[in-house]
């Protein structure tokens, strides 16, 4: 017997009719159907000049250390409990003194006009639009004054790195005081820097050079050319001079013998909290803990210092469990999920720092990709922890989450 077939009535065609909201802006249009970090990933991709990209991409040598930080988080297994009211959940902590509406502080990132010409400013606005705190870095190419200027209802970190100059340190920071950052963070882990083969392949420099291949790559992305051609000068704003590589500048600024003495002399001069950034052993995180510093983030620098230094995710337990809670302690590296952050949390992190992250969504679409970039770990998060059985970050344990041990062949063939 065939069907029998009829005319369907516009009753019944209606409630299938589904009519999307026009959307001020292409960089919104752009960005609103990204559901995901790793598809803002590719929008930018698509969008910037390949060495550019390359530089928010990349990592060390033969970028192993990312590679495995990813795969750590990818090796948690959840434990959810169930039958739990989770109608209402709160995300929200405060993070080394700082309130945040999300365990999370969006990391200090070098050279960050380059990815959008807004760089700094537009991270800052979407910071405090969203209620997370901002690090800038000392490689900003916005000063502290400015981005306090445009931003001023952010949660302000700034970040340092110890240079040769100790006085021109000492200025620095003495400014970012002044414009009301409420917190410094000292990277430690980049007594010379790190051999980044991506850079060195596509020749980058700051700031970029006019070459014959980045000329051609004007006609593939042109909208970025313009940008970069049409607004103020792509340079470091609290450097004196800069000119060359990043690795080069990195060695030439920084200083290599920087030691736990100058941890102390920081804390005597810097009046506010200080996070030190770049722990991987316990015994340097006991070592800091007993100066009184704030807080510690167990970081490999996102992969693009030392190759194959430990995993961050793998490493955070016995950091916990060694500062015994006299400093808090932050993770980041190859956080791309929110539910990242959550497992991160589980296993005694009080939050996390994201830097590529936001970035991909910088590329992708200004300020706007920065909203998205955090809307959707917003998303992840909340999500995550009701599936999880839980209303607060504090109800999470590492029972929630088990870091399933690393298969060491699996590792070793694809590294």
Not at 52 to 77: H, K, M, N, P, T
Not at 147 to 165: S, T
């Amino acid at each position: 017997m065939s069907t029998r077939r009829r005319r369907p009535r516009w009753s019944e065609l209606r409630p299938l009719v589904r009519i999307e909201p026009p959307r001020v802006g292409s960089a919104e249009r752009r960005v609103a159907a990204a559901a995901t970090i790793a598809d803002l990933r590719r929008i930018a991709k698509r969008r910037t000049p390949r060495s550019v990209f390359d530089y928010v991409d990349g990592a060390a040598e033969q970028e192993i250390s990312l590679r495995r930080a990813r795969e750590a988080f990818l090796r948690v297994e959840f434990r959810p409990r169930v039958l739990r009211d989770v109608s209402e959940v709160d995300a929200s902590r405060v993070v080394v003194g700082s309130r945040s509406s999300l365990p999370l502080v969006l990391a200090p990132t070098g050279f960050t006009r380059m990815m959008h010409y807004e760089g700094e400013r537009a991270v800052a606005r979407a910071a405090a639009r969203a209620g997370v705190p901002y690090a800038l870095s000392t490689m900003g190419t916005v000063s502290v004054e400015d981005l306090a200027a445009v931003a001023p209802d952010a949660e302000r970190w700034f970040q340092l790195y110890l240079w040769r100059d100790r006085e021109a340190s000492l200025q620095l920071i003495r400014r970012a005081r002044e414009a009301g950052y409420s917190a410094l963070v000292l990277t430690v882990d980049t007594a010379v820097a790190g051999r980044r083969i991506r850079d060195v392949h596509n020749g980058l420099t700051v700031p970029p050079s006019l070459t014959l291949r980045t000329l051609a790559d004007m006609s593939i992305h042109p909208s970025w050319w313009f940008n970069l051609l049409t607004t103020e000068p792509l340079e470091f704003a609290s450097l004196t001079h800069s000119g060359g590589t990043v690795a080069e500048l990195v060695d030439r600024m920084f200083d290599p013998s920087a030691s736990m003495a100058e941890l102390a002399w920081l804390r005597d001069q810097w009046p506010g909290r200080i996070v030190v950034k770049g722990i991987q052993d316990p015994e340097d995180a006991q070592a800091v803990a007993q100066l009184g510093i704030d807080g510690i983030v167990v970081s490999n620098h996102g992969g693009r210092q030392l190759d194959r230094a430990v995993t961050p995710l793998e490493v955070l337990p016995q950091i916990v469990e060694a500062v015994a809670g006299r400093t808090e302690v932050l993770l980041d590296t190859g956080i791309m999920d929110g539910a990242d952050i959550v497992a991160a949390v589980a296993n005694g992190a009080t939050g996390c720092l994201v830097g590529r992250a936001y970035l991909y969504g910088l590329m992708a679409g200004g300020e706007r990709g920065v909203d998205r970039a955090l809307s959707i770990l917003r998303d992840q998060v909340t999500r995550t922890m009701r599936l999880l059985g839980v209303t607060s970050l504090d109800e999470l344990t590492p029972s929630h989450a088990i870091i399933r041990p690393r298969d060491r062949q699996t590792d070793v063939a694809t590294t």
